[in-house]
T-cell receptor, first 111, second 115 residues
Framework: DGGITQSPKYLFRKEGQNVTLSCEQNLNHDAMYWYRQDPGQGLRLIYYSQIVNDFQKGDIAEGYSVSREKKESFPLTVTSAQKNPTAFYLC??????????FGQGTRLTVV | AQKITQTQPGMFVQEKEAVTLDCTYDTSDQSYGLFWYKQPSSGEMIFLIYQGSYDEQNATEGRYSLNFQKARKSANLVISASQLGDSAMYFCAMREGYNTDKLIFGTGTRLQVFP
């Protein structure tokens, strides 16, 4: 089945630790996005990528890093520089025009 | 700068009634797309409806319709005949250009449908 897979569903991070969230798609879409959602709030754009080996910062990129080595994959690393990483993270893709398709999300908690 | 504004943090509607969720946007581009998504408590994002900036007709999808007023830069979602299962967060989103990059969201409106 075509779709977007985010893993893990739940992730716990210790203070000062880097963690990587996975996002894989088999929809053959060019554009991929990472969003952060805090409780009761909207989605804020962290990073996005239109093509392989290229990506741009969104509105809240500080403390995060990404790579786009393959069309299918757009992993997000939450670094120790991100002081308040507890949130729900959503990955999305778009085929160009038309709607965005979302993964099921990863809930990250700092312990 | 590109911006989406949803001014209603929460809305209540009685079952079987219609409800309008407000969305205004700001863009300097002539070509853009507007979207509405539903987010139930499970967290998944469900696409509801899309309106292109050059579309002359308001978009409709079943019980959902988009009241697009280009001059006022508004793209309100109308849900007719509300159902209990419509209770969720609703997000308005915009992408500038026809085949381009940045996709941004509003802060959302929490809709609660009561019997």
């Amino acid at each position: 089945d075509g779709g977007i897979t985010q893993s893990p569903k739940y992730l716990f991070r210790k203070e000062g630790q880097n963690v990587t969230l996975s996002c894989e798609q088999n929809l053959n879409h060019d554009a991929m996005y990472w969003y952060r959602q805090d409780p009761g709030q909207g989605l804020r754009l962290i990073y996005y990528s239109q093509i392989v080996n290229d990506f741009q910062k969104g509105d809240i990129a500080e403390g995060y890093s990404v790579s786009r080595e393959k069309k299918e994959s757009f992993p997000l690393t939450v670094t120790s520089a991100q002081k308040n990483p507890t949130a729900f993270y959503l990955c999305a893709t778009t085929p160009g025009a038309g709607e965005a398709f979302f993964g099921q999300g990863t809930r990250l908690t700092v312990v | 700068a590109q911006k989406i504004t949803q001014t209603q943090p929460g809305m209540f509607v009685q079952e079987k009634e219609a409800v309008t969720l407000d969305c205004t946007y700001d863009t300097s581009d002539q070509s853009y797309g507007l979207f509405w998504y539903k987010q139930p408590s499970s967290g998944e994002m469900i696409f509801l409806i899309y309106q292109g900036s050059y579309d002359e007709q308001n978009a409709t999808e079943g019980r959902y319709s988009l009241n697009f007023q280009k001059a006022r830069k508004s793209a309100n979602l109308v849900i007719s005949a509300s159902q209990l299962g419509d209770s969720a967060m609703y997000f308005c989103a915009m992408r500038e250009g026809y085949n381009t990059d940045k996709l941004i969201f509003g802060t959302g409106t929490r809709l609660q449908v009561f019997p």
